[in-house]
């Protein structure tokens, strides 16, 4: 009933840019808040960034001052701006939204989107 679509990752050279997008779309639904999250070759997944639905956002210490999250929440999306690229930044990127879904009954779910990768190397 609900997907994420990721897109704008690449290949980028250091100190480059790249800008992330995620839209949701489906029906009946709702939702709270969304993020991006990371995950590295060989490393867990990691939070990169939040902004929930009352527009307080949370950046985790390695991209603060370099990434920028922003959303709409009329549109159901939300990107992720990132600046001043380095090596260790490349991983893939998954899009994520806490979500209430209300047919056919009212619950709860964690929507994940497939990823898109990002390579930061010269």
């Known amino acids: 009933q609900v997907q994420l679509v990721e897109s704008g990752g690449g290949l980028v050279q250091p100190g480059g840019s790249l800008r992330l997008s995620c839209a949701a779309s489906g029906s009946s639904f709702s939702i709270s808040s969304m993020g991006w999250y990371r995950q590295a070759p060989g490393k867990q997944r990691e939070l990169v960034a939040t902004f929930t639905s009352r527009g307080s956002t949370n950046y985790a210490d390695s991209v603060k001052g370099r990434f920028t999250i922003s959303r709409d929440n009329a549109k159901n999306t939300v990107d992720l701006q990132m600046n001043s690229l380095k090596p260790e930044d490349t991983a893939v990127y998954s899009c994520?939204?806490?979500?209430?879904?209300?047919?056919?009954?009212?619950?709860?779910?964690?929507?994940w989107g497939q990823g898109t990768l990002v390579t930061v190397s010269s």
């Open positions: 994520n939204a806490d979500v209430v879904v209300v047919s056919p009954y009212s619950r709860y779910l964690e929507v």
